[in-house]
């Protein structure tokens, strides 16, 4: 037989592939899932169960939360990225990390057939094929969604005719959570004036005075909160289960989709906002300002390029670098204050803070120049400029 691996997911789309590509086209589907943060225990067996329902030849549930974190998330904290200064590309970042995992796998065993149920109007379709042809252009990669635009009823009435009747009910929202943050759609997001109800988000407000946590950064990692070290995979889950209870982190982004269209998704990140956020306060107090410009941009393309589904560009290796290279001295205590649906960063304390007292206080007083080295400084600052308007004539 055939042998094709499969990313599975346990929903509509992946199950009529699972059901399909056996019955119909006759390869040996062995079905994978990759797990970055979003599955707990229990719905990993659900999954399982579906999968072997629908006539799979294997299933496998690839744990790749570690993975995650040290290939992509750490780098997205490193460069506080957020796209268009709002999504901490939550989505985006993990179908990378589902994809790589994805393909070792179709290695390993032998595949020469791959396939996704994504359909042909939506950035995954990009992101999968992109890795998959990149790493293994070998593999043949098959799309039956994308290739024959079927409908969601379509595809029910095939499973139903093939002795499949599971609940495909579409849910009013639907979710998608992981380590970095959960994306939740629904018909308010098709527009562009509605916002999603209360109801719509799975975090729901059950904390309503305020608290105060301390976050410790080593190197730009976050190693511990309230001085209890943990590994940063644990800490960013432990932090997102404090501040979920505070309705902290919801937001709606609008961005431009890779096949060019607008896109509009909810999301709710409580860990990743916070955690961006404080890092982002203690950087500003312990690098340079020329280290902070070129951060920026820099950081800005690491996302943008992310997204489009170009990881494997070296370019991303080199900026990967400099990001981290940049962490050096990124290492202290940021202390926030939780509140219902907001926090705030109250302040930092690092050794390696760069408002040393001992050089004087903005707007105090100075105790490493004296008065003329500043007119001297100033004089020198502005020739550039009394030479251009001199020579220009201009008042």
Not at 32 to 38: L, M, P
Not at 110 to 115: M, N, P, R, S, V
Not at 193 to 204: C, G, K, R, T, V
Request: with cysteine; aromatic share 10%; hydrophobic share 35%.
């Amino acid at each position: 037989m055939k042998k094709l691996v499969l990313a599975y997911s346990g929903g509509l789309d992946t199950s009529y592939c699972a059901k399909y590509l056996s019955r119909e086209k006759g390869y040996e589907v062995h079905a994978v899932s990759v797990n970055t943060g979003g599955f707990t225990p229990e719905e990993q067996k659900d999954i399982e169960g579906k999968a072997l329902k629908l006539g799979v030849a294997t299933y496998s549930n690839i744990d790749a939360v570690n993975s995650f974190y040290d290939k992509v998330v750490r780098h997205l904290i490193y460069g506080n990225v957020l796209k268009n200064n709002t999504y901490p590309l939550s989505v985006s970042a993990e179908r990378i990390v589902q994809a790589i995992e994805i393909i070792n796998y179709a290695k390993k065993i032998g595949a020469k057939y791959i396939a996704h149920g994504s359909t042909g109007a939506g950035n995954d379709q990009v992101r999968f094929d992109m890795i998959f042809q990149i790493l293994a252009p070998e593999i043949e990669i098959i799309t039956p969604i994308r290739d024959e635009q079927l409908s969601r009823q379509q595809e029910i009435e095939y499973l139903k005719k093939n002795g499949v009747d599971m609940s495909w009910e579409k849910a009013k929202y639907s979710i998608n959570k992981g380590l970095w943050g959960t994306s939740v759609g629904g018909d308010e997001t098709l527009t562009s004036h509605l916002s999603l109800p209360e109801e719509a988000w799975p975090s729901q407000l059950e904390n309503d005075g305020s608290q105060k946590i301390k976050l410790t950064f080593k190197e730009g990692e976050l190693i511990a909160i309230n001085d209890k070290e943990d590994s940063p995979v644990s800490n960013i889950q432990l932090l997102n289960d404090i501040a979920s209870k505070y309705a902290i982190g919801r937001d709606i982004h609008i961005g431009d989709t890779i096949i060019g269209i607008k896109g509009r998704v909810g999301f709710e990140a409580a860990a990743p906002l916070i955690i961006i956020k404080a890092h982002h306060t203690l950087e500003k107090h312990v690098l340079t300002k020329w280290q902070q410009h070129h951060k920026e941009y820099l950081a800005n393309w690491y996302g943008m390029l992310l997204h489009e589904g170009q990881y494997l560009d070296e370019v991303m290796r080199n900026i990967e670098a400099f990001l981290s290279d940049t962490q050096k001295n990124v290492t202290g205590h940021v202390f926030v204050t939780l509140h219902p649906y907001r926090f705030v960063v109250d302040g930092i304390q690092s050794p390696h803070d760069l408002m040393n007292a001992s050089f004087g206080s903005y707007g105090e007083m100075n105790k490493g120049w004296t008065a003329d080295d500043a007119k001297g400084f100033i004089k020198i600052n502005s020739n550039q400029n009394k030479i251009y308007y001199h020579v220009n004539k201009m008042s």
